[in-house]
Structures are given as structure tokens and as C-alpha cells.
């Protein structure tokens, strides 16, 4: 196959000999499991971030879960948070029997708006989970303001910066980063979660292995807890990816400009927001939202770029109106209209650090055809 007919895959880690090599040493140390490795990537992880501590987890979903029972979530309570973010985000909540609160995004940055966060609290509501969508800082300041636990979901945003020049995660808010193979960097599967209280940490770190406080015996539990650790062989991929994590950066910026300059005469066609008043965001995906009221559907655009050898995917569908949501929570069509409009807009291209400039001109190309039906 030709590489102008070979298919454009969505998304594809880069990994390497320093990737293979790490995970070699570990196979032959014996010790694949609570190794020197782990605290190693958590410590590295920090410093990278400029975040007190780090505990590395079994996977974003697992550190959302360990970061909201740390900051007292339980049966019965509430956490307001965004409709349109990857369903865990959501369901992490539910683990724990207390009530996802949706309330709308923003339409620029596409993040939780903090006003209408305000609005849905109520006196059940224990903490507010703003999601960094796209990889685009939220509003962490004005979320600060409304005076409530906060758990960041910073799955999607390695690399992002704050205006005022924090990274994202290193406000000391429990802070939540994934390593699934489509990320910024990767451990496989994966996560950590970042903190600025030691307690947290020393909790998030009990529950992830078990229940087992630090200087416990193997088969001694104080707590409940999960297994929800990170191998020794994941970890030492983590290193080996943490140390070429700014090129990636870079590849994925400089991709990401490519796209928009290559899209920008396409009439209509939504793209994502430019960095705003010194917010910096880390690039995780390129998405598009098809123009408003084309005669195409999202899932006729999807189809028209596959027929043309693109991948693509319908990137976020509203979790609200997902069929658990609807069925649990009662959810309907027309509660959050920002969200639902984007959501039923929204195609994920091709992007990855890698990508060639002629990948997203063919890209650009297929797109155009399909919207202009040549
Ligand atoms: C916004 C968001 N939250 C949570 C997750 C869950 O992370 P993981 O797949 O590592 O469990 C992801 C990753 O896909 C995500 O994009």
C-alpha cells in the first residue's frame, strides 16, 4: 500500500529503544510489581509538574476514584461537574454512590462553566470536579473561589499552563492525569494523581494498594482499599517517556498549528479555541465541530473521511444523554444545549506527534470533499 492510500490511524504513541529497553531491565530484575520504579516515575513525574507529590495509579479512572474518596465524596453527596468530558469522569462519582451534578460548558473553551457550576450547588454538594477538556486549562481560579473541595480531571492535559504560569495539576488540588496509549505520553494503561498534602497522598497511595498503610505488614489492612497499582513495567515505560515528553509537546503543538492553518478556509467549520489571556493548553486531540445546520450529520462526516482512508471518531458525545445517565439520573435532551450543540457537532481527526504535514493535508482534503460532497 502506498502511503497516500494507507489509512491515517487517530491516534499512535511514540515509543522506542528507551521504551524497550526499560521495560527489559524490569523483566530482568525480577520485580515487576512494587519496585523502585514506581516511586522513581512518581518523583519525576512532580518535578516535571512543579507538584508536591505524585502517586501513580493503575489508571486515570482509578486515580479519579481515589482522588474524590480522599477529598471526603461519599454515599448521598454531590459533585457538580461537566457533561461533556469522557464518561469516567462521571462515573467515577457514581463508584461511590454520590450524584454526578452536570452543569454547562463554556462554548469557547469548552470546559465547565464556573457559573453555572455555582449554580447547581446545593447543600449536598461535597466538591466540584472541573475537567481540563481537549487538554484546555479550566478555570481553576474561579472554581477556587466558590470555597469547595476541588478534584481536577487533567486526564487530557499534560503540558497545559495556567495563566498565571502554574502547570496544570500543581495548584495542590488532587489532580488526575491518564497514560492510556492515545495521551500525551504512556504507560499502556495508567494514571497518577498529584497533590499538595502529604495526608492525601499518604491515603491515595493506602487505597490504591489495598488498604495498606506504608509500615504495615503484607496481610495487614487498617482501611478499605483497591488494587489499583501501577506495575513496576508500566512505571519504567513512564520514565522512559517523561524524558522525551517536551519534543512530544512540541510535535503535538506543532501539528496542531499545521491543522488549523490547513482548516481555516473551510467556511463554518468549528475549531479549537486558540489560548486565551496566557492559559496555555497541552494538545491531547485536534477536534473539529462540523458547521452549524449542515445538510451532513457528525456521523456522516465520520463515515465520508473513513470511505477516504481518515480515521476519526464523534469526540465527546454528551454524557448526560448517554443510556446509563438517561436511565439512572432521568436525563433528557435540551438540559445543557451548549454541551449538546458541540457534542452533536464534534469529530476527532487524526493527531499525533508523528502525524507528516501530507497526512493532515490529506487529512484537510478528505474533510473538505466530504463537507462540500465532491
Ligand atoms: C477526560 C478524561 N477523564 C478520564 C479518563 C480516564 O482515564 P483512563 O482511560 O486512564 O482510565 C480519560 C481518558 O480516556 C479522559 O480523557
Not at 481540563?132 to 473541595?149: C, K, N, Q, S, T
Not at 488526575?176 to 491515603?203: I, L
Not at 479549537?272 to 493548553?281: I, L, S, V, Y
Amino acid at each position: 500500500m502506498s502511503a497516500d492510500t494507507q489509512v491515517i490511524p487517530l491516534a499512535q504513541p511514540v515509543l522506542g529503544a528507551a521504551e524497550e529497553q526499560a521495560v527489559l531491565d524490569v523483566l530482568r530484575s525480577g520485580q515487576l510489581s512494587l519496585g523502585p520504579r514506581v516511586p522513581a516515575f512518581e518523583h519525576a513525574f512532580a518535578e516535571q509538574l512543579g507538584a508536591t507529590h505524585a502517586s501513580a495509579v493503575s489508571s486515570g479512572t482509578a486515580g479519579l476514584h481515589l482522588a474524590l474518596r480522599a477529598v471526603g465524596v461519599s454515599d448521598g453527596d454531590e459533585v457538580v461537574t461537566s457533561p461533556f468530558s469522557f464518561v469516567a469522569s462521571a462515573n467515577t462519582v457514581a463508584y461511590e454512590r454520590a450524584r454526578p451534578v452536570f452543569a454547562d460548558i463554556d462554548p469557547v473553551t469548552l470546559n465547565l462553566d464556573p457559573q453555572a457550576a455555582a449554580a447547581a450547588i446545593t447543600p449536598r454538594t461535597t466538591a466540584i470536579l472541573p475537567v481540563h477538556i481537549f487538554g484546555y486549562p479550566a478555570d481553576m481560579p474561579a472554581f477556587e473561589r466558590l470555597g469547595l473541595p476541588l478534584v481536577e480531571d487533567a486526564c487530557e492535559a499534560l503540558g497545559a499552563r495556567h495563566a498565571d504560569g502554574v502547570a496544570v495539576g500543581a495548584r495542590g488540588h488532587p489532580a488526575v492525569f491518564g497514560f492510556y496509549a492515545n495521551k500525551q505520553m504512556t504507560t499502556g494503561e495508567g494514571g497518577m494523581v498529584t497533590v499538595g498534602d502529604a495526608g492525601v497522598k499518604g491515603r491515595i497511595d493506602s487505597e490504591r494498594n489495598q488498604g495498606r498503610a506504608p509500615d504495615m505488614g503484607w496481610l495487614d489492612h487498617d482501611r478499605l482499599g483497591f488494587n489499583y497499582r501501577l506495575t513496576d513495567l508500566a512505571a519504567a515505560i513512564g520514565l522512559a517517556q517523561l524524558e522525551r515528553l517536551d519534543e512530544m509537546l512540541t510535535d503535538r503543538a506543532r501539528v496542531a498549528a499545521s491543522y488549523r492553518q490547513a482548516l481555516s478556509d473551510i467556511e463554518g467549520l468549528g475549531l479549537p479555541c486558540e489560548d486565551q489571556a496566557g492559559d496555555r493548553r497541552g494538545w491531547f486531540v485536534f477536534v473539529v465541530q462540523i458547521p452549524r445546520g449542515h445538510a451532513l450529520s457528525r456521523d456522516d462526516v465520520i463515515r465520508g473521511l473513513r470511505e477516504r482512508g481518515v480515521q476519526s471518531k464523534p469526540y465527546l458525545p454528551a454524557i448526560h444523554l448517554m443510556s446509563f445517565y438517561r436511565e439512572t439520573y432521568g436525563h433528557r435532551e435540551g438540559e445543557f444545549p451548549v454541551c449538546e450543540d458541540v457534542a452533536a457537532r464534534s469529530v476527532a481527526l487524526p493527531f499525533f506527534p508523528e502525524l507528516a504535514p501530507g497526512q493532515v493535508d490529506r487529512v484537510t482534503e478528505a474533510l473538505r470533499e466530504v463537507l462540500e460532497g465532491s
